[in-house]
């Protein structure tokens, strides 16, 4: 057995409570030594063991945290010590026994995650609202799109005369999947919009995208397929990648698997698995990335590499319906690593913000207040 010095417990417990007071160089230095994470772990369980009621649920914390710190899977997080400090604790905020349950609130209750729903823009103009109760559409298109209330849409790959578009739009909270005609797959994400045709009758394959989009391409040799945002000209033949064009002055594309060709701002740039384009209003910057960082979305989880937390904060907004301020503006330049489930409850993803980042917040109704500790 581990003998631990009351020095040891001291700054254990520092971490976990008072981790503003410490300096990076100091938490890096306490748990480069294995027998400080273990400390940690001892305590996280201690905690846990104090809610048996929940015996499952405190099975597959420890398994957690015996895989974070002995296994492969803590690879991504150990390059920060926050996120270290994270992965350790972060089965505990799964089931809420850090620091005693997570707040419960009428208020964070009635703060729900995002769901399966869109508006569908017909090309005669007739509006379709599809959610989780909606699977039959109008009669004029059956036949020619399939809806499910969870595989999505699904156009016919039957070739039509004329060129016909549709509109899906995503409103807040919204996230919506469609397959189009040629087989090309499509996950939209919360507050988007995607205009495509019915059926490609021409030599060339394109959708327009404001928002946000992960794509699965159907190879086709003789027609390449092309995503066109407000400032992009994305070309591809068969590929897997997510554009994020939420502000036209900041777009991302992010490429996951083959190529893609992308003309902007009057040059052309070609992207490889792991690359990231990042375009602003004056400059083209390609960056290597980890491409699960900006497609988790599509998975039902959020991941956040090094992120500042200005950008966590509007993907929050437009998934949970609310409007998050600051108190002091330099808190959205502080920096984010780690993840959490795309269907969390929000108290449990502002306690891991509130942790990670030393922030405290409040709620009021659908406003949420950050400020520092």
Known sequence: MIEYTPEDYEFALRILHHREDLTEEEV???????????????????????????????ILGKRRLNRALHGTRRLWVMGSV???????????FQIGMIGGRLRGSTEVAAITPGSNKAQLILSDGAIVD???????????????????????LKYSGAVG?????NVLQTPVGGFYHLELSDGTR???????????????????????????????????SLRPFYVQTSRQNIRVLGTSFNVRS????QEYTTLESGRVSIHCLGQDCLLRPGEQLR??????????????????????????????????????????????????????LRHF??????????????????LVAHVKYEVKGREIVFSWK
């Open 28 to 58: 890096s230095r306490w748990m480069d030594e294995p027998e400080h994470l273990e400390l940690l772990r001892e305590m996280a369980f201690v905690r846990m063991s104090q809610y048996e009621e929940n015996r499952e649920e405190i």
């Open 82 to 92: 926050a996120a270290s400090i994270l992965i350790i604790l972060g089965g505990l």
């Open 130 to 152: 599809l959610h989780a109760a909606v699977r039959q559409l109008p009669l004029s298109v059956i036949g020619i799109i399939r809806n499910d209330s969870l595989e999505g």
């Open 161 to 165: 005369m004329k060129e016909e578009y």
């Open 186 to 220: 499509v996950w939209l994400n919360a507050c988007s919009e995607l205009r495509y045709p019915v059926s490609f009758v021409r030599k060339e394959r394109r959708v327009e995208l404001k928002g946000e989009a992960y794509f699965q391409v159907s190879r086709d």
């Open 246 to 249: 939420y502000s036209a002055n």
């Open 279 to 332: 375009l602003s209003d004056t400059s083209v910057v390609i960056v290597p990335v980890r491409s699960e960082s900006y497609i988790g979305w599509k998975n039902q989880c959020w991941v956040y590499d090094n992120c500042v937390l200005k950008e966590v904060f509007k993907d929050l907004e437009r998934w949970y319906n609310v409007q998050i301020e600051l108190e002091d503006e330099s808190i959205g």
């Open 337 to 354: 690593t780690g993840n959490f489930r795309r269907y969390d409850n929000i108290d449990t993803v502002l306690e891991m913000i509130g």
